[in-house]
């Protein structure tokens, strides 16, 4: 580590992690729930359990995403972090912000929480993934302009390098599509428009600039790769992905009011959004194949390539099965939409923000060439247990989706099983679905093992 500034984003990367299994809880809580809907009832209904579960992912991959970026844009700019002070207290108002709201939806019935928290003075409240209070997004917004305004000093005053660049174009524009979260109009249409241009502008847009360029920095750490070389990549990769992405979000306005010419634009344009995710395997393994070095940290170069192929699969291949307007007529709304937002979510950016830890996290605590190969070891036991855990959620999801189409919407109406009876017929995808969110938290308790395998090195490091 080359400035001590970069320090303070070990508490975002711990809190991240806690959020994480709190997050996973919550899955698991709902895989049995799908099973037996009494579990946990009056205390935690699935709509709670759901909206707790959803949040937290978002919160978490925030807080990871503020972690990476305190650690990674002051080495890139060569210089301290504009003010660590200011860092700090973004992060306590965050994690008090963040914990608050979870335990007011857990607390209290949610339409008390919205009374409570005042939503008719301006109300935001009811839309999935947007859930929060009205009070709670001011405070989102406050502790985003803190972030960038911190990000941005830093890389004013420093080196201004094309992955810094890259990264603070994808902060800003994740900070500015979050504000139409607090434009709610009447009109159903016009509200899916504006709740879309966060959810969709975030994931199939902004945030791909910020795994880019995460991905990027990893990659010239541990490959040694000449820096022009990484950054010719990343031009494209964002590139395409801004062009794809933006008219791509049209996808989501086949079946919801909008003119007819979005079925073309929305299934032209979307399907061209697999490319940049697929250039960033090409860019991964290549990296990785040209590595002028060889890190001692391997399990970070794991995390790269996995990202990478993970999020592919998800966003790319699981993404493009649904994506043109005919199959998504069937498709809208069934397992195949779960199936697919698992295994992109968790590919792309959960498994970016793991990357960026496995690779600072030993850093931060003295250990530059990477943790012992014990640790990695577990840590890689995590890692593949995770990884084929979320591969066997989404292919029960998948085949749970496909089954569903086919006994609820294929034929034709009277025919046609309704949505409940339907459920019943998918039990035994959804049995598969829990095993395999059992297998993932295994992976996830040995990953979190991994952080106190060599308890000893630490010591010896310190008292060296
Ligand atoms: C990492 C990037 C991505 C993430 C995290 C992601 C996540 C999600 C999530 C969570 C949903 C469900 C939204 C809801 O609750 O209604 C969704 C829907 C959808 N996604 Fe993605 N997505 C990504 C990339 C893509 C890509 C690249 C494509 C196309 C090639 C795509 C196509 C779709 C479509 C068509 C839907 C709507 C499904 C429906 O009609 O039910 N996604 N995505
Ligand atoms: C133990 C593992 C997990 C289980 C059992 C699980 C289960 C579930 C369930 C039952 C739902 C509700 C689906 C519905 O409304 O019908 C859900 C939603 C969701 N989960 Fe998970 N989950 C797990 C892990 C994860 C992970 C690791 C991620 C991402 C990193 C994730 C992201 C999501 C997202 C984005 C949604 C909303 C999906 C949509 O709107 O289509 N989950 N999960
Ligand atoms: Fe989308």
């Not at 660590?84 to 209290?108: E, R």
């Amino acid at each position: 580590m080359k400035y001590s500034s970069q320090m303070v984003a070990k508490p975002y990367f711990i809190f991240a992690l806690i959020l994480f299994a709190g997050q996973i809880l919550f899955g698991l809580l709902m895989g049995m729930q799908y099973i037996d809907g009494d579990v946990g009832f009056p205390y935690i209904p699935f709509n709670v359990a759901r909206m707790v579960h959803t949040n937290l992912l978002i919160v978490w991959l925030l807080f990871g995403f503020m972690g990476a970026s305190y650690y990674l844009v002051p080495e890139e700019a060569e210089t301290e972090l504009y003010s660590p002070k200011l860092a700090m207290i973004t992060f306590w108002v965050f994690a008090v912000a963040g914990v608050a709201t979870i335990l007011g939806y857990l607390l209290v019935p949610y339409a008390e929480l919205a009374k409570l928290t005042h939503n008719e003075i301006l109300p935001t409240m009811g839309r999935e993934f947007l859930e929060q209070p009205t009070i709670t997004k001011i405070g989102i917004v406050l502790v985003c302009l803190s972030y960038v305004f911190n990000i941005a000093m830093t890389i004013l005053k420093g080196r201004k390098t094309v992955i810094n660049m890259v990264l603070i174009t994808g902060l800003i524009g994740l900070s500015v599509f979050f504000l139409f979260s607090f434009y709610n109009p009447e009109n159903l249409v016009l509200d899916k428009f504006f709740w879309w241009f966060v959810i969709h502008l975030w994931v199939e847009g902004v945030w791909e600039l910020i795994m880019g360029a995460l991905l990027a920095f990893v990659l010239i750490k541990v490959t040694g790769v000449d820096r022009e070389h990484i950054e010719k990549w990343l031009y494209v990769i964002i590139a395409m992905a801004l062009i794809s992405g933006l008219i791509g979000m049209g996808h989501h306005f086949f079946f919801i009011g909008p003119p007819p010419y979005w079925l073309w634009m929305g299934s032209i344009f979307s399907a061209l959004e697999p490319v940049p995710f697929f250039m960033m395997v090409l860019f991964a393994y290549k990296m990785v194949n040209e590595r002028r070095r060889q890190h001692a940290n391997k399990v970070a170069v794991t995390w790269a390539k996995g990202t990478a192929v993970m999020a592919f699969l998800g966003a790319g291949v699981w993404g493009f099965l649904h994506t043109l307007a005919p199959v998504n007529y069937y498709t809208h709304g069934s397992q195949l939409t779960a199936a697919h937002g698992h295994l992109a979510f968790f590919g792309a950016y959960a498994m970016v923000v793991m990357c960026v830890i496995s690779y600072a996290m030993p850093i931060m605590r003295g250990r530059p060439e990477g943790n012992s190969i014990k640790a990695q070891k577990v840590e890689l036991v995590g890692f593949w247990l995770m990884c084929i855990g979320m591969i066997g959620i989404t292919l029960a999801l998948t085949a749970a989706g496909a089954w569903q189409v086919a006994l609820q919407r294929l034929p034709e109406s009277g025919e046609a099983l309704n949505f409940m009876s339907t459920q019943d017929e998918l039990m035994s995808f959804y049995w598969i679905r829990l095993i395999s969110g059992v297998v993932f938290s295994l992976g996830l308790v040995a990953y979190f093992a991994s952080f106190f395998v060599d308890k000893k090195q630490t010591q010896q490091v310190a008292i060296g």
